[in-house]
Structures are given as structure tokens and as C-alpha cells.
């Protein structure tokens, strides 16, 4: 709580003011992170519920601390919006896993789709379709493999930029996906003006769907939708096989979670592929 001192300066309770420090520290380390190597990226399988086939992977960020260990992006990567280190930090993860894309083609992994998450401040920069383009070419990576994950909170921020920049990216051949569908600001309206590929059914409604009469309806709510607009749905934190069985009923094309498998280190992922291929 914040006190108006007798001179208008502000006073802070301590537990704020350890709050703030934390944060400043963190913000300090996370500007450094990059340029020492601390972030890497982990890769989580998504699997067919058709031919159980391993379709593609989604790359999710790992921080790890010096002194504080591993940080979680859900901490780190607000933090990073505010501040803008999203940008070069966003650049750093679309390189990245590209090359890596490339890499597994390389040495004879079938061609997984990359799945890669995207902010707001990224994606709504002028210059990233140039950038896209510019990592695509020098990473020779075919366009299509690329699954770029948007939320609805984003595309809501600028919706006529959105749209350009959405039709820019579907032009070459790259896929795009509703990232945690049903939490943001959900308008259906603009489901059929986004040249979309995919919808990903958020962890929240999943974890529950076999308890839960509310969850299970909105589960199969959204994958009646995108049936019908002719996307495909994945769902998202999928841990047991029971949720498995309720979506396969359901006709939701793929899942992704730690039933499959957790995210995983790049030197892990082909090895967990040859093993699980069909
Ligand atoms: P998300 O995009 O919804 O990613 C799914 C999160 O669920 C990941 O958390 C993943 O590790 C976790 N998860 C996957 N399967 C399961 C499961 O079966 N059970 C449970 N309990 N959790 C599961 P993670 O890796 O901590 O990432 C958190 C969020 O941080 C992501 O949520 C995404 O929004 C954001 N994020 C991660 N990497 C990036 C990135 O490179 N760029 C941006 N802009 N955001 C990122
Ligand atoms: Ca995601
Ligand atoms: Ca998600
Ligand atoms: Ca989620």
C-alpha cells in the first residue's frame, strides 16, 4: 500500500520495496542474459490424435540464472514486454529455433513443424515481416515448417495491423496459431477475417475436462468451431490419458503435454523422436 509522506514523497511498505528491488535486479540480469548465453530454448512434442505421429514441436524459452537458478518464462517474459527486451530477446528465439529446425533436416529427422510463441511488442514492429524473411533466407528454412502462436490480447492491440501483417505471413507459406484460445478477449468475429491454421485449446480448460461438466463443454465448444471454420485444434496440457480418451472422442486432431512429453533439451528431442516414430 502506498502512503502520501507529509511532503508528497511516497512511502513504501517493505515487502513493495523488496518486490521493486527484485525486480529491478531481475530486470538488470535479464539485459545481460542474452549476451551470456544463460537463455536457451527446450522443445515440447505435439502428437496426431489421428495417426499418433509426431508433427511438430513448440520451442519454449528457459532462463537460467547464475545465482537464482532456473527462471520461469512466465516471470521473465512480462517483465521483458515491459521493458522491450521482448524485441532483440524474440529475435534471439526466432533465429534459434529456426536454425535448429534446420539442423534436425540436416541429419535426417523427418521435418517437424516449429512452433514458435510470439509477443505483441515482436509482432507488432514494423520491420517483422523483413525479419522473418531475413532469418527464413539465412537459415534456409522452408516457410511452411514455421508455426508462429499469437494470442487474442495481441491481435486485439492493433487489429488492422494484425490482419496485414497475418495476411503478409500466410502469403509465404507460414502457419498460424491461436496460442491459449478462450482466455483473451475471444471475438469469433475475427476467426474468419485471420487467415489462421490452428486453434490451441488452453491448458485451463483441459486440465479439468474429465471432472468438470463447464470445462468439457468448452473444450468441445471450441473444437466443434474450429471443425467447422476448418482449422485444426490442439490442445494444450495434456497429462493423462483419460483427457486423451475424452479428446479423441471429440475429434480434436492433436495434444500436446506431459503425456507426451515434457519440454525437452535440443540434444534430447531427436533421439525422443526416432524412438517414438511409427
Ligand atoms: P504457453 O505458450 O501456453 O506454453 C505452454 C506452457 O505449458 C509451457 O510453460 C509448458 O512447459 C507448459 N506445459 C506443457 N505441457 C504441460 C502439461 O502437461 N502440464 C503442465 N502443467 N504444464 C505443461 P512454460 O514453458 O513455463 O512457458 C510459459 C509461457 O511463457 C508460455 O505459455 C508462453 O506464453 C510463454 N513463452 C515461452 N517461451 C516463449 C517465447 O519464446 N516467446 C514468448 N513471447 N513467450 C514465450
Ligand atoms: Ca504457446
Ligand atoms: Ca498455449
Ligand atoms: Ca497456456
Not at 534459434?96 to 509482432?123: D, H, M, Y
Not at 480448460?205 to 468438470?212: G, L, N, P, Y
Request: charged share 20%; aromatic share 6%; net charge positive.
Amino acid at each position: 500500500a502506498k502512503n502520501q509522506g507529509r511532503r508528497g514523497l511516497q512511502y513504501y511498505t517493505p515487502a513493495m520495496s523488496m518486490e521493486t528491488i527484485r525486480r529491478l535486479s531481475l530486470e538488470n540480469s535479464l539485459r545481460s542474459a542474452l549476451d551470456r548465453g544463460e537463455l536457451k530454448l527446450h522443445y515440447q512434442p505435439q502428437v496426431s490424435l489421428e495417426n499418433g505421429r509426431v508433427m511438430g514441436v513448440e520451442a519454449l524459452l528457459r532462463w537460467q540464472h547464475p545465482h537464482r537458478g532456473w527462471i520461469s518464462p512466465a516471470q521473465f517474459i512480462p517483465l521483458a514486454e515491459e521493458n522491450g527486451l521482448i524485441v532483440p530477446i524474440g529475435e534471439w528465439v526466432l533465429n534459434t529455433a529456426c536454425a535448429q529446425a534446420k539442423t534436425w533436416q540436416v541429419t535426417g529427422e523427418p521435418p517437424l513443424t516449429i512452433a514458435v510463441n510470439l509477443s505483441a511488442r515482436q509482432f507488432l514492429q514494423t520491420k517483422f515481416i523483413a525479419q522473418i524473411d531475413q532469418i527464413l533466407g539465412q537459415c534456409g528454412l522452408a516457410a511452411k515448417v514455421l508455426k508462429l502462436e499469437i494470442t487474442e490480447s495481441l491481435l486485439m492491440q492493433d487489429l488492422k495491423g494484425a490482419i496485414t501483417t497475418l495476411h503478409a505471413l500466410k502469403e509465404r507459406g507460414i502457419q498460424l496459431a491461436i496460442d491459449d484460445f478462450g482466455t483473451g478477449y475471444s471475438s469469433l468475429n475475427y476467426l474468419k477475417r485471420f487467415p489462421l491454421d490452428q486453434l490451441k485449446i488452453d491448458r485451463a480448460f483441459i486440465r479439468d475436462i474429465t471432472r468438470e461438466p463447464d470445462d468439457a463443454a468448452i473444450a468441445q465448444a471450441i473444437i466443434a468451431l474450429a471443425h467447422s471454420l476448418k482449422l485444426e485444434v490442439m490442445a494444450e496440457g495434456v497429462e493423462r490419458e483419460a483427457q486423451v480418451a475424452f479428446l479423441q472422442a471429440k475429434r480434436c486432431h492433436a495434444i500436446q503435454g506431459y503425456y507426451v512429453s515434457r519440454p525437452l533439451p535440443p540434444e534430447q528431442l531427436a533421439p525422443w523422436v526416432r524412438e517414438n516414430k511409427r
